[in-house]
């Protein structure tokens, strides 16, 4: 047994196979057919191995036979199929790469995942600010619904003003204009009017014989319209300083001078370093800055003589005439001859309460008490117009309006004052029926020798309607 095992040993060894723990390898593909020669010697142990192995199994073999060996890469099966594992280095780099594929195979979804995730958080964000702006447009419109039911009282007072100051002046006046320009009416309706910050300041004018009367010149003037307004084109009024200190005389004169080149050329207004540089001369106000106790107000009359000779802030007066107190036709004839004037009242206490609602009247206990003439104090305004109801006054930057009633209990002083701010290209008011050439000879002649006795004009007026 052992000689045919060395034998065939022997004859294997002229093949040799090279092999590994792991199985057989290929051999290379174009090794060549082998031919041997065996001969009985070689076959007969062979044939003696033992019942798995037989003459028959060796086929035709025969003594002297030729045996042909194939190619072994060809009687081999491929490694595809037969051998998973090709060599050592190949199966590490095998066992090696299988956890990267496995750890790929996880990170390209998980990568996927990251990708998207901004993009979801956008549209997460996206949601959340929708639902935000719908959240706070419902606050808005609940607090608007608010705000319009408790507005509606107001509203409908501002409609009724708008009717009534359309029916007044003639023209349309909407709601939305009123409540945008609350000059027509003093103030908003609620709104709070603090007239702790009202400054007065008129003292009363001294007596001057030479003090040209308006009667003297007008009387070829027609009879004044039923009404006239001249607020319409102004756009700007303002404190002048009224709110600060007490030179509410020569405030007058800035709003005067507001109305006519409002209602005649380009509106001008006075600046307010011209206003006071007028109420600090001696002769009008002899104001000073820096001592308080120097604010005590102005008469009409010197500051309507500053305001002629002087100027106040470049603008010059033409001249200033008086109007008899209690004629209400001379008044009206002046105011829109003129477009305006000025008035010195006594007022009432009763008038704080009333500057809210943009209307001055004689209160119901009449001229006592509250209502008692200058229990308030003097105070000067400019007038902007009149009608049935009664004179439009501009006073503390607003427009507002007083009864004839208020006007024959509390007006002390009317002037008409005539300024070329309000005449038209040919030197005359609207209406030429007026004395010119009496007029400046009068100033003329005053102005040479202030001395020069002239006929004034000056009758002796209407007893003034008693008060009370």
Request: hydrophobic share 40%.
């Amino acid at each position: 047994m052992k000689s045919a095992l060395l034998s065939l040993a022997l004859i294997l060894a002229q093949f040799p196979l090279p092999a590994f723990a792991g199985g057989f390898v290929e051999g290379p593909a174009d090794a060549p057919e082998t031919t041997m020669a065996v001969g009985p010697a070689d076959i007969a142990p062979v044939a003696n191995l033992g019942a798995g192995l037989n003459a028959a199994d060796l086929g035709s073999v025969s003594a002297g036979a030729n045996i042909s060996l194939p190619n072994a890469a060809a009687d081999m099966p491929s490694a595809a199929t037969a051998r998973p594992v090709q060599s050592a280095t190949q199966a590490r780099t095998v066992s090696e790469s299988a956890p990267e594929a496995a750890v790929e195979a996880v990170a390209a979804p998980m990568a996927a995942r990251a990708t998207a995730r901004p993009a979801q958080k956008s549209a997460v964000k996206a949601v959340a600010a929708r639902r935000k702006a719908a959240t706070a447009n419902k606050k808005a419109a609940k607090k608007s619904r608010k705000n319009a039911e408790k507005a509606l009282p107001a509203l409908q007072q501002l409609r009724s003003m708008a009717a009534s100051e359309s029916a007044r002046t003639g023209r349309v006046v909407s709601a939305a204009l009123i409540k945008k320009d609350s000059r027509f009416w003093g103030y908003q309706p609620g709104e709070t009017v603090d007239v702790s910050k009202f400054k007065l300041g008129r003292r009363t004018s001294k007596p001057d014989a030479r003090t040209l009367q308006f009667q003297k010149y007008a009387g070829q003037v027609p009879d004044a319209p039923t009404q006239a307004d001249f607020s319409g084109p102004v756009t700007k009024l303002g404190m002048m300083l009224n709110d600060t200190i007490g030179d509410c005389a020569v405030a007058a004169p800035g709003h005067c001078v507001q109305i006519w080149t409002a209602n005649a050329s380009k509106e001008k207004t006075i600046p307010d370093s011209a206003i006071l540089k007028a109420y600090e001369a001696p002769s009008v106000g002899n104001y000073n800055p820096n001592d308080p106790s120097s604010d005590q107000g102005s008469a009409i009359i010197d500051v309507l003589k500053y305001w002629r000779k002087t100027g106040i802030g470049g603008d010059k007066l033409g001249a200033f005439l008086q109007l008899s107190q209690g004629n209400l036709d001379l008044f009206k004839k002046a105011v829109w001859l003129f477009g305006g004037g000025d008035l010195g009242i006594a007022l009432p206490k009763s008038a704080q309460q009333q500057v809210s609602e943009g209307l001055w009247d004689v209160p119901a206990e009449g001229t006592s008490g509250d209502g008692a003439p200058g229990s308030w104090g003097g105070h000067s305004v400019a007038v902007a117009g009149f009608d049935a109801q009664g004179v439009l006054i501009v006073t503390w930057g607003r427009f507002l309006k007083m009864t004839w009633a208020f006007f024959n209990a509390y007006v002390e002083e009317s002037w008409a004052v005539v300024s070329k701010d309000f005449l038209n290209a040919q030197g005359v008011t609207p209406n030429n029926q007026f004395d010119w050439a009496t007029l400046k000879a009068d100033l003329s002649a005053l102005s040479q020798n202030e001395n020069t006795k002239i006929d004034t004009g000056h009758r002796q007026p209407k007893p003034a309607p008693k008060r009370g």
